[in-house]
Nanobody, 124 residues
């Protein structure tokens, strides 16, 4: 079973940048599609980004396209989310997740593992 731990969250001003990391242990992430999700106060958890096992394919929710970039380093067992041009509506707890297929992650179905989340607060 893979365990996931997110880091890199914090307080940032509107327009600023943060890079989130998700480090895995217990099992290599090389066979998993990986994703980032977020949950804002009073809202349901939503899909943010997905990346396939090789890192060659990715997708994003429309609201972050052009601002966020997901990447992975399988040798380091780590997935990243670079967030630029942050907006107040990006404020949320960000979760990392591992799934058996790209489609499962994109649709938030039958995830194999979730991290506990890291808080991102964007202030104006």
């Amino acid at each position: 079973q893979v365990q996931l731990v997110e880091s890199g969250g914090g307080l940032v001003q509107t327009g600023g940048s943060l890079r989130l990391s998700c480090t895995a242990s217990g099992r290599t992430i090389g066979s998993y599609a990986m994703g980032w999700f977020r949950q804002a106060p009073g809202k349901e958890r939503e899909f943010v980004a997905v990346i396939n096992w090789s890192g060659h394919t990715s997708n994003y929710v429309d609201s972050v396209k052009g601002r966020f970039t997901i990447s992975r380093d399988n040798a380091k067992n780590t997935v990243y989310l670079q967030m630029n041009s942050l907006k107040s509506e990006d404020t949320a707890v960000y979760y990392c997740a591992a799934g058996r297929t790209y489609s499962n992650v994109e649709k938030n179905l039958n995830m194999d593992a979730w991290g506990k989340g890291t808080l991102v607060t964007v202030s104006s």
